[in-house]
């Protein structure tokens, strides 16, 4: 009889690890709370417009070609990709803006006219940023990271220094420039995914190589036709979903997970990966004795930002935005630190404002527009209606403000989805949409294990796990937990 594995959550993680298992001969079985794939990635329409509930940045495009390579496939089996161009438009003011280019050479450029000499230094910044890339990718990110010895070996030692783990993000950008613009532009993917540039270790200016090397894409439909494509191929290699399928509890025996009971019946199990929210299964399905880690350990772990999201339909064009706008024309410091610092209810926040209707078609009716307007905020506030409405009126102003156009009058829908949702339909820890920040004492081997100590079939993967937040990250992480009981 084939080995029965028994994955809980179908977001990109538990998706990456269906496919690979299912390929193996393994009896998959998925069980998902929610009634379709993609956890924070689902997606859903609403008088025309349709909306990617969560991620909406397609950055390391090789990841995801490498994750349909393994099994014979393209991305362009599934899905259309587009290269935006330009990749996204940062206001800091009123006609006050830059655009990023698609072709690094005009990105050169942009940095020397804003500050000279800077083209050459964001040559040298970007050439650091590819060898952090590539190790960081090919090498640490790949470890399941079940002690500091995994990295001991020679050919990875000899690259830690160059990976500048011990070096602020924020101090390494300092090295190669002065304006404050051009710290903004390379320091913004860090505070959407997980820290400020003084608590975040300099490795991850591989994202900046990410994002201004390999470009930003689009799948044309959305997002989600990333979460429809990998979910397709696990069924393809022989995965079973079960949607609408909670998950309750851990029967134990003898130290091993022997069945997960959930609200629709009992399923056995001889592993079991837990893809859904690391904190809540394991405080919550796994009996106290067996845990890891108590309430304590996590309460006292530093999480990326959660988000309050409006979701808005227009019933006309919208001008001066693009696909991807940031608007970081108020004090980009005092946000960051009512995050992370002083965690309250942002006084003036940072936005990020996503048209995929400027680019997809079907994202809204002809001659209307779609907008998801993120702010990132602390973790663990209080979700009020009330709190909500105050937030929408700042983004309406600030919109109408920063575009000189009316735009509250042409409001024809709107959702908001903040901490509540997020704890409701993920069971997410203090409400959170990334997962843990990357600061250094939260990095591979410093993070909530992969498998666990007590339960010997049990093992985890996504965001609150290695390798981090993110979209590519969450989908190395399935592929981890699936070559952990491979190895077996």
């Given at each position: ?47 025309g ?24 496939r ?13 990749s ?43 060898k ?20 001991m ?63 930003t ?38 130290g ?61 064009r ?77 983004v ?49 081997f410093?993070?909530?294990r992969l ?15 290695v ?22």
């Open positions: 009889m084939n080995k029965r594995v028994v994955i809980i959550g179908a977001g990109f993680s538990g998706l990456s690890a269906a496919a690979f298992l299912a390929r193996e001969g393994f009896e998959v079985s998925v069980l998902e709370k929610n009634s379709t794939p993609g956890g924070r990635a689902r997606k859903f329409s609403a008088k417009f349709t909306f990617d509930m969560g991620p909406s940045w397609y950055w390391m495009p090789d990841v995801m070609d490498n994750f349909f390579a393994a099994f014979g393209k991305t362009s089996d599934y899905f259309g990709l587009q290269r935006l161009d330009p996204y438009r940062v206001y800091f003011g009123k006609d006050d803006f830059v655009e990023i280019p698609s072709n690094p050479d005009e990105t050169i450029a942009l940095f020397e006219s804003i500050e000279k000499g800077a083209g050459t230094k964001l040559e040298q910044f970007l050439k650091e940023a590819e952090k890339y590539v190790i960081g990718i090919n090498e640490f990110a790949t470890k399941p990271s079940h002690s500091i010895m995994e990295f070996e020679w050919r990875l030692v000899k690259h830690l220094f160059a990976m500048h783990l011990f070096r602020s993000f924020h101090s390494h950008v300092a090295r190669y420039f002065k304006n404050p613009r051009l710290h903004r532009l390379l320091e913004f993917p860090i505070l959407f995914l997980g820290g400020t540039g003084e608590t975040t270790p300099a490795l991850y200016s591989l994202m900046n190589y990410g994002d201004l090397k390999l470009g894409w689009y799948p044309m439909g959305g997002m989600y036709e990333l979460v429809d494509a990998m979910h397709k191929l696990a069924i393809e290699m022989g995965a079973v979903f079960h949607f609408e399928t909670e998950a309750k509890e851990f029967e134990i025996n003898h091993e997970v022997k069945a997960v009971i959930t609200d629709k019946g009992r399923f056995e199990a001889d592993y079991v990966i837990g893809a859904g929210d690391y904190h809540f299964i394991e405080q919550n399905l796994v009996p106290e004795k067996y845990r890891m880690y108590t309430e304590s350990y996590w309460k006292k772990r530093v999480m990326s930002p959660g988000s309050l999201i409006f979701y808005i339909g227009l019933d006309k919208l001008e001066g935005f693009r696909h991807h706008t940031l608007l970081f024309d108020t004090n980009f410091d005092t946000h960051a630190a009512e995050i992370y610092k002083n965690p309250r209810w942002p006084s003036d926040p940072a936005l990020y404002v996503s048209v995929t209707s400027k680019t997809d078609p079907s994202a809204a009716p002809e001659g209307q527009e779609n907008l998801m307007v993120l702010i990132p905020v602390a973790t663990g506030l209080d979700d009020t209606e009330e709190m909500r409405e105050h937030y929408f009126d700042v309406m102003n600030r919109l109408e403000n920063i575009s000189g156009q009316g735009i509250r009058e042409h409001v024809v829908y709107k959702r908001s989805y903040a901490h509540n949702d997020f704890i409701s339909d993920y069971h997410a820890f203090k409400g959170n949409a990334y997962g843990l920040a990357n600061t250094l004492m939260q990095t591979a410093l993070k909530p498998k666990s100590r007590k339960l010997k079939n049990l093992y985890f993967s996504g965001q609150l796990t390798p981090g937040p993110g979209v590519p990250p969450a989908i190395m992480s399935g592929k981890i937990a699936a070559e952990e009981i491979l190895k077996l």
